[in-house]
């Protein structure tokens, strides 16, 4: 990742990403993420029984938030194709209702639609499902970021509502 994205992970100041502590050794640098009080929502999606309306809603929220916070991560000039969308690199904090990101090593050049298909893809189960629409709905139509998290919550709207 670009030097200047890591001074902006290890200042802390961005909230959208996971917190972290870095240091450098013999290796190269460390870091090492602070993830008390978060979800992992990889582990969280794996747990989820299938079917269960709260848990899949709670799912679909944690990926809008994820497409939310990337737009937001370009904001604080991150370039896209180090923010990582690994289905094991993202994270959920429930005191704030929002995803949490990291940044990424080495570069990841595909368009953002493909890359967010393979972390639900890469959650299992329900992560499956919503993969599937989402490749449904892109197929149609370019659907980027802020499209992505409207589709979702529309989505876990419709699951509310009944319809």
């Keep these: 990742m670009p030097a200047y994205m890591r001074r902006l992970w290890q200042s802390g100041l961005c909230p959208f990403l996971v917190p972290a502590v ?3 050794d013999l ?3 460390r870091i090492i993420l602070k993830t008390e009080g978060l979800i992992h929502v990889r582990d969280y999606a794996l747990s989820c029984p299938d079917g269960i309306e709260d848990s899949f809603c709670l799912l679909l929220e944690m990926l809008a938030s994820a497409a939310d916070g990337f737009v937001q991560l370009q904001r604080w000039l991150a370039d896209p194709a180090f923010i990582s969308l690994d289905p094991g690199d993202l994270y ?3 005191e ?3 995803s ?3 940044f990424r090593g080495a ?3 595909r ?3 493909e890359r967010f298909c393979d972390l639900c893809s890469g959650l299992g189960g329900s992560g499956e499902l919503i993969a599937a629409r989402l490749v449904e709905v892109c197929s149609s139509r370019v659907t980027q970021e802020k499209g992505t998290a409207a589709f979702l919550r529309s989505w876990r709207g419709q699951i509310r509502s009944g319809g």
Excluded: I, K, Q, V
């Design 22 to 24: 870095s240091y450098e």
């Design 96 to 98: 704030r209702t929002c």
């Design 92 to 94: 959920y904090d429930r």
């Design 100 to 102: 949490l990101l990291l």
């Design 111 to 113: 368009p953002f639609g």
């Design 107 to 109: 570069e990841d050049p």
């Design 27 to 29: 290796m190269g640098p």
